[in-house]
């Protein structure tokens, strides 16, 4: 079956922990995205990936890592977490096609709380 | 910021009844898409319509675009229980790295 999957999907810890969220696709999908969604904000990208090794910045990038080092994983890295930082994450994957935005697959969602 | 803004933010309607919901972006766009999120689980795509496109559909579902009032609309015909969900519209402007940029959603209930 074609899935995003993402762990842990649900995790509280305390500030200053480091933390990774896994992401994993099966689709030799080449883009592979990382979202939070918050009340009110909708869902807005943390990070992108177009292909192994090449990642960059979304629209609130600040306090996140992230690496591509196989095609099918894309971890979300919080080096030291804080409360603003507490969001429900979703990873997505999705084809790239010259023409334009493929439809994306989102994973079922990773819910942080930071104390 | 968000491009794009659905309208009504919520929507209560009866099992059989139609639903349609808005959505208004900003900017030049090259196809939109919705997606729909049921309550606790990511979002499943639905359906994408290019800049290009007047009208589409899948199913139950009809979406239409107008690019000069940079507006589109979802259509749910013969609604069901099951399609209680939010609903996002989300716009590819051709920004770098194919980005999607998402609305707030439509919180949609369908009362049997």
């Known amino acids: 079956e074609a899935q995003v999957t993402q762990n842990p999907r649900y995790l509280i810890t305390v500030t200053g922990k480091k933390l990774t969220v896994t992401c994993s696709q099966n689709?030799?999908?080449?883009?592979m995205s990382w979202y939070r969604q918050d009340p009110g904000l909708g869902l807005r990208q943390i990070y992108y990936?177009?292909?192994?090794?090449?990642?960059d910045k979304g629209d609130v990038p600040e306090g996140y890592k992230v690496s591509r080092k196989e095609k099918r994983n894309f971890p979300l890295i919080l080096e030291s977490p804080s409360p603003n930082q507490t969001s429900l994450y979703f990873c997505?994957?999705?084809?790239?096609?010259?023409?334009?935005?493929?439809?994306?697959?989102f994973g079922d969602g990773t819910r942080l709380s930071i104390l | 910021s968000q491009q794009g803004e659905e309208d009504p933010q919520a929507l209560s309607i009866q099992e059989g009844e139609n639903a349609t919901m808005n959505c208004s972006y900003k900017t030049s766009i090259n196809n939109l898409q919705w997606y729909r999120q049921n309550s606790g689980r990511g979002l499943v795509h639905l359906i994408l319509?290019?800049?290009?496109?007047r009208e589409k559909h899948s199913g139950r579902l009809r979406v239409t675009l107008d690019t000069s009032k940079k507006s589109s609309s979802l259509l749910i015909t013969a609604s069901r229980a099951a399609d209680t969900a939010s609903y996002f519209c989300a716009t590819d402007a051709g920004a770098a790295g194919n980005k999607l940029t998402f609305g707030g959603g439509t919180r949609v209930l369908v009362k049997p």
């Open positions: 990936s177009m292909n192994v090794e090449v990642t």
């Open positions: 997505a994957s999705s084809l790239l096609s010259g023409t334009g935005n493929q439809p994306q697959h």
């Open positions: 319509i290019r800049s290009n496109e």
């Open positions: 689709m030799n999908h080449e883009y």
